[in-house]
């Protein structure tokens, strides 16, 4: 039976609305030694959406269907207990999807705090396994090699189209995982402390390690990423979806004390910092990139190789802006440029000046400094990238830009922007702090028609940058 401390009931209480119920009494006995059928305690079916689930000698076979409508990306399963594990065992038969792009996953998560224990097999990786564990969804890459801090990738015996044994055992002192019976890798939690804003950032001394109720999760997802997953999957070799099977599960918890609860369950947005030099690379549906706060014209002209529009036609064509106002904390400057950096500016954006709205560029606007080669016509201020002035063809060109004489401290702007179509040439939409260097933008890569960088940046240091996939 699990003894639940006076923390576990300080973390029932805490809005926790990912894992309410935990794994205790009776139902620490959970255990399907096979799948006849659906069970209650496992939900396959949580989104309208969703790949198809089946049931046949006794495993549950989950299969990644092929994309509907214009997405390129296959419709994923999930089976997610209907409890959570504040530390305890999780067993596992499973055999993984085969196609690479294909992942398929044992992982403990809580939705709200991010914490999460997992293991991820990548389809076509056949003789090994991603072994991961994350605290309140920090990640913290090597500045070298940019691999994850605290993953491992783990040899083991073939794993496609045959099933294996897997566990993750989770206690207050150390995660370990075990294949087929043998351990694997072992974490201790006192390996992990972390002190405020050294490692993952957080601005509080802890340990970087998982402390909160766990949902039980196995599942099969598409990562288009040809980076990480062995990406993408042709859909049209694989008319019939990707799968994989689960032959058994089991919880078990643990019966020791629980220490006290004391971490902030949840950091604010104000005062988290995510990972540095975190990328990721993800091709996304058309809709997925229209959402954002800057659109892409679509029907650009194609590129050509004729050396003088090169270095004379680069040009961004930006035809509306618009700002919108939320006072908070830090303000930041909008620049709108090709390849150039930004005045600082030290004015806020407030009152009357909230309402900046610029339906078309007939001319030069006050809200706007200039540098550069920067025009108007037809209603659209064109930035242009000229030829280096040293005369050498190889040399960096003269950037451009447009910037705001005025910050934002949060907010929205919108601008309708054609980027230019040269490799090279980096047209950008960005919000910029000269001072802390804080930064959030769009970078768009001349020749990269389908595809736009997100970035965000806290105090010049890369946080995140998300490659999406446009029309």
Not at 440 to 460: A, K
């Amino acid at each position: 039976m699990l003894l639940v401390s006076a923390a576990a009931a300080a973390i029932a209480g805490t809005g926790l609305v990912a894992a309410q119920s935990l794994f205790q009494g009776d139902s620490c006995n959970f255990n399907i030694d096979s799948f006849t059928g659906a069970n209650a305690g496992l939900v396959t079916c949580i989104s309208s959406i969703a790949g198809a689930v089946s049931y046949s000698g006794g495993s549950m076979i989950m299969t990644l269907e092929p994309p509907s409508g214009s997405s390129n990306v296959g419709i994923s399963v999930i089976g997610t207990t209907t409890l959570s594990l504040l530390y305890g065992t999780v067993e596992a038969t499973i055999e993984q999807g085969n196609i690479g792009g294909v992942v398929t996953y044992l992982t403990l998560i809580n939705q709200t705090s991010l914490d999460e224990v997992d293991y991820e097999w990548i389809g076509d990786e056949s003789t090994s396994v991603w072994t991961n564990f994350f605290y309140r969804g920090r990640r913290e890459r090597d500045p070298t090699t940019l691999n994850e801090i605290w993953s491992k990738q783990i040899s083991m015996a073939e794993n496609t189209m045959q099933s294996h044994d897997y566990k993750i055992e989770w206690t207050p002192d150390h995660i370990s995982w075990y294949i087929d019976g043998s351990l694997v890798r072992t974490q201790n939690k006192n390996d992990t402390f972390e002190s405020a804003g050294t490692g993952d950032g957080l601005p509080y001394d802890h340990y970087h390690y998982p402390d909160t109720p766990l949902t039980v999760n196995v599942g099969i997802w598409n990562d288009q990423d040809p980076v990480w997953s062995n990406g993408p999957v042709n859909w049209a070799n694989y008319p019939n979806g990707v799968t994989a099977k689960v032959s058994s599960l089991k919880v078990s918890c643990y019966t020791g004390n629980i220490p006290t609860f004391t971490d902030p369950v949840v950091v604010t947005t104000a005062t988290a910092v995510l990972e540095t030099r975190f990328q990721q690379s993800y091709t996304t549906s058309p809709t997925s990139s229209a959402t954002g706060t800057a659109t892409v014209l679509t029907g650009l002209p194609a590129k050509t190789n004729d050396a003088t529009s090169k270095t004379l036609s680069i040009t961004l064509l930006i035809t509306y802006v618009l700002f919108s106002f939320l006072p908070l904390m830090r303000p930041l400057t909008i620049l709108v440029a090709l390849a150039a950096c930004g005045a600082h500016a030290q004015s806020l954006f407030q009152g009357d000046s909230c309402n900046l709205n610029i339906p078309n560029f007939n001319s030069a606007n006050s809200a706007f400094g200039t540098g550069g080669h920067v025009t108007y016509s037809d209603g659209q201020m064109i930035v242009t990238v000229m030829p280096p002035s040293s005369g050498v063809p190889t040399d960096d060109g003269i950037g451009a830009i447009a910037t705001t004489s005025l910050s934002l401290l949060y907010g929205t702007v919108e601008a309708t922007i054609q980027q230019s179509t040269v490799g090279g040439v980096v047209t950008y939409l960005t919000l910029i702090n000269d001072d802390t260097k804080d930064e959030i933008d769009y970078e768009w890569i001349g020749n990269e028609r389908t595809s736009v960088w997100t970035n965000f940046f806290f105090e010049g240091i890369k946080r995140l940058c998300v490659k999406l996939g446009i029309t």
